[in-house]
């Protein structure tokens, strides 16, 4: 897989948008749901989080320079997401899901190709991220020219994640 600035999928992958904090909040739950010993997120904060946490959160991805939250929009609605912060040289992608659904489709590709391409953009250097042990991640990964490094960080509820990085400078 190359890592181009064309991202070809059935809809659209963008910015998400200040309006787009419902989809979001519907994704992490769906993430939490759906793949929960793949993923770091309990399923009872995201109910318990407040529509406010969501708001900010989402404007936040939408306006600031030091992150960024891709949302992948198909007939109108958000059916994916993908989320990258700058610190330090490094983009950290933080998160990376797409709804069951809509797997196999190019999206997760697509999602993670704008991730390293806004990261380049931004002057990063090196791409950082954390893959579960038990999550089908890694293969994509290795498809960007990723390298997984034999550290591990263990996350809560014992999730054992394998930290990834590729160079881009």
């Not at 999928?9 to 939490?32: K, P, S």
């Not at 999206?107 to 190709?113: D, N, P, R, Y």
């Not at 890694?138 to 994640?161: D, P």
Request: charged share 25%; with cysteine.
């Amino acid at each position: 897989m190359e890592d181009t600035d064309e991202y070809e999928v059935t809809g659209a992958i963008r910015r998400c948008r200040a309006e787009d904090w419902r989809d979001v909040r519907r994704l992490h739950v769906m993430m939490a749901l759906g793949i929960p010993l793949a993923v770091d997120v309990e399923l009872n904060d995201v109910f318990a989080t407040p529509d406010a946490y969501w708001m900010e959160y989402a404007t936040a991805c939408a306006h600031g320079d030091e992150q960024i939250l891709y949302v992948a929009d198909v007939a109108h609605a958000c059916v994916g997401m993908g989320h990258v912060r700058l610190n330090r040289g490094e983009a950290r992608l933080g998160m990376l899901f797409v709804e069951e659904n809509q797997r196999r489709r190019g999206i997760g590709s697509a999602l993670f190709a704008a991730q390293g391409s806004w990261a380049r953009d931004c002057g990063a250097i090196r791409l950082v991220g954390h893959i579960p042990e038990t999550s089908t991640a890694g293969r994509l990964a290795e498809g960007f020219g990723w390298s997984r490094t034999e550290e591990i960080f263990v996350a809560k509820n014992r999730l054992v994640e394998r930290r990834w990085l590729k160079t881009i400078a």
